[in-house]
């Protein structure tokens, strides 16, 4: 069949003239061509294409690279205007902080926040950049899931326009993320002197979450239940308890030196390294027995070490306790305890940090302590 075909084509070509021969052959030549050109024209443009995805995965590649460089110090910036809120406080205890904070910042000198959020007592002059005779009634505003807002007006009396524009900026810049709803200003006939009236909304948030990775999760009951630490670079859970702040005098140590590390851009952390084996650290809190209690802990190791709730002089724990990672990283760490009867006649001590060997390091970033509620 095929060698027929060739024979037929062979005959159709021995037939034509010279001419013909040269028409067909270019013709074939352009034929040929042309497809060849499709052929490069379509490699060209996929290879166009895919030099375009690659330089588009290399900059989502850079991009990612960069939010991962600049998480912990974001996350460690959320955490401090995080610490300020939580969603179980009552109307009252909201107005109380909104009070206090508008108040600071109406100081000419407003004194620093403490690790809490509260004011801390300042030396300096009581003089105000404007005086609020009195707050409005606040009341709370719908909000969404996860916050909730609570509304506040206050008047401002005459005072220069460059005072008010340095209150609002305040107000703008507070760590308790304060809104400003509404302003109107009004001038005093013949002077250079204005009034404000003001409505400031506040956004009270569930707190900051902590990021963790598919580590899992360290959680131990009194019924001594475990699971494994979850990393968690720089994040702050806040819930119905408080932030125990990091001081050196709150603790007690024996063959180990503590001290406060400062970090720019950060909270300050609390290094505890062991000057000879054996080394411990305690934290005494006073805790009302028969409760339950719920600590959360973010901690870095190097070396062995482990960590535990007890009794004050008491070497038995409640529950176990429980090792550290000694790799170096921040983990996240969480307990459950309850108290027993005799805890009415002395200190808990949470945490007891216990360092095996001289030269263990243990960074302990952040404590949170909170009373379980059934």
């Known amino acids: 069949m095929a060698s027929e075909r060739i024979k037929t084509v062979g005959g159709v070509w021995g037939r034509l003239s010279a001419r013909e021969r040269n028409l067909a052959f270019l013709t074939g030549v352009v034929v040929g061509g042309f497809l060849l050109f499709s052929v490069v024209r379509m490699a060209l443009t996929s290879l166009r294409e895919m030099d375009g995805e690659i330089a588009r995965l290399q900059d989502d590649i850079v991009n990612c690279a960069n939010q991962m460089a600049s998480r912990e110090a974001v996350e460690a910036q959320y955490a401090k205007v995080a610490a300020q809120h939580s969603s179980a406080w ?61 509304r506040i007006p206050l008047r401002i009396p005459a005072v220069g326009i460059k ?34 009236s003001v409505v400031i909304t506040r956004t009270i948030a569930n707190g900051a979450s902590s990021a963790s990775t598919p580590s899992g999760e360290e959680k131990s009951s009194g019924a001594g239940k475990q699971k494994s630490p979850t990393a968690a670079p720089g994040a702050e859970r806040a819930g119905g308890g408080g932030r125990i702040p990091l001081s050196v005098s709150d603790w007690t140590t024996t063959g180990c030196r503590a001290e406060l590390v400062e970090v720019s851009g950060a909270r300050p952390y609390l290094e505890i390294k062991a000057e000879s084996d054996n080394a411990t650290a305690e934290l005494g809190r006073k805790l009302s027995g028969d409760a339950a209690y719920e600590a959360m802990l973010e901690m870095s190791a190097s070396g062995k070490a482990e960590f535990g709730v007890a009794m004050e002089g008491d070497k038995a724990f409640f529950p176990d306790s429980v090792p550290l990672k000694s790799d170096g990283v ?13 805890a009415a006649r002395g200190k808990v001590v949470c945490p007891r940090l216990m360092l095996a060997e001289k030269g263990t390091v243990v960074q302990i970033h952040n404590i949170l302590l909170r009373k379980m509620v059934e």
């Not at 100081?107 to 409005?136: F, H, K, M, T, W």
């Not at 900026?169 to 005093?188: A, F, G, H, N, T």
């Not at 459950?336 to 009867?341: D, E, K, L, S």
């Open 90 to 150: 009552t109307e009252p205890e909201i107005h109380d902080r909104l009070r206090q904070e508008i108040y600071r910042l109406a100081r000419r000198v407003p004194p620093p926040l403490d690790e809490r959020g509260i004011a801390v007592e300042s030396q300096d002059s009581n003089e105000n950049l404007v005086e609020i005779p009195a707050l409005g009634k606040g009341e709370m505003a719908e909000g969404g899931a996860g916050y909730r807002q609570y």
């Open 163 to 196: 005072p008010i524009i340095d209150f609002l900026e305040r107000l703008q810049q507070s760590p308790q993320s304060l809104r400003l709803d509404k302003l109107e200003l009004y001038r005093v006939p013949e002077s250079d002197q204005v009034a404000a």
């Open 330 to 342: 921040k983990y996240r760490y969480e307990v459950q305890f309850g108290i027993p009867a005799e």
